[in-house]
């Protein structure tokens, strides 16, 4: 009930293309939806975050797409960047204010 | 922009030492922190959270003995790992929420190898 769990583990995409990473959950006490971008050696920082009452959320080239009633959510990268390379964390913090990791996906932009 | 401080980035200690890694936040006041134990590419697990003025809340089967938490003031907690042995050698990182915020802001996490 409490996972959250994120797909594919790692990703390769080529300089321009769109990286997609998908997520899935069970909890429907779930209230804030955030992706996270961890790079070697430094902590996660927040990238885009979402609520339930919202289907789309777009910020520049990140955009989230989510579907309650599939009680999935997914990060769309349009134009990825070889910067873009890092690991992504999808999450979900239950009404406790639980923060709630997916188990991240690699990505990997080539030039 | 809200900032969480943690220190230090790297510790190296003897096995049977204790190791305190300290997090701040800098430009609000967190009643509540977190702390996180990550290891080499895996996710984040959620060790305790922290709370201001009163004893932490530990996530199942993580020792309280082993990983004691303080949280003193409004901008400081400490996670003093106790006698240590290599099997805590790991990647530990903090987080706060600052007030009127609805996110986590995160440590940049500290790297302790035990040896």
């Known amino acids: 009930q409490q996972q959250v769990k994120q797909s594919p583990q790692s990703l390769i995409v080529q300089k321009g293309g769109i990286s997609i990473i998908n997520c899935a959950y069970e909890?429907?006490?779930?209230?804030?939806f955030p992706w996270y971008q961890q790079f070697p050696g430094k902590g996660p920082a927040l990238l885009i975050a979402?609520?339930?009452?919202?289907s789309e959320k777009k910020e520049g080239r990140f955009t989230i797409s989510f579907n309650k009633s599939a009680k999935q959510f997914s990060l769309h990268i349009m134009d990825s960047q070889p910067g873009d390379s890092a690991t992504y964390f999808c999450a979900a913090t239950d009404p406790g204010g639980k923060l709630i990791f997916g188990q991240g996906t690699e990505l990997s932009v080539k030039p | 922009g809200a900032v969480v401080s943690q220190h230090p980035s790297r510790v190296i200690c003897k096995s049977g030492t204790s190791v305190k890694i300290e997090c701040r936040s800098l430009d609000f006041q967190a009643t509540t922190m977190f702390w996180y134990r990550q290891f080499p590419k895996k996710s984040l697990m959620l060790m305790a959270t922290s709370n201001e003025g009163s004893k932490a809340t530990y996530e199942q089967g993580v020792e309280k003995d082993k990983f004691l938490i303080n949280h003193a003031s409004l901008t400081l907690s400490t996670l003093t790992v106790t006698s240590a042995h290599p099997e805590d050698s790991s990647f530990y990182i903090c987080?706060?929420?600052?007030?009127?915020?609805?996110?986590?802001?995160f440590g940049s996490g500290t790297r302790l190898t035990v040896v």
């Open positions: 979402i609520r339930p009452d919202v």
């Open positions: 987080s706060a929420t600052p007030p009127g915020i609805y996110g986590y802001t």
């Open positions: 909890n429907t006490a779930f209230d804030y």
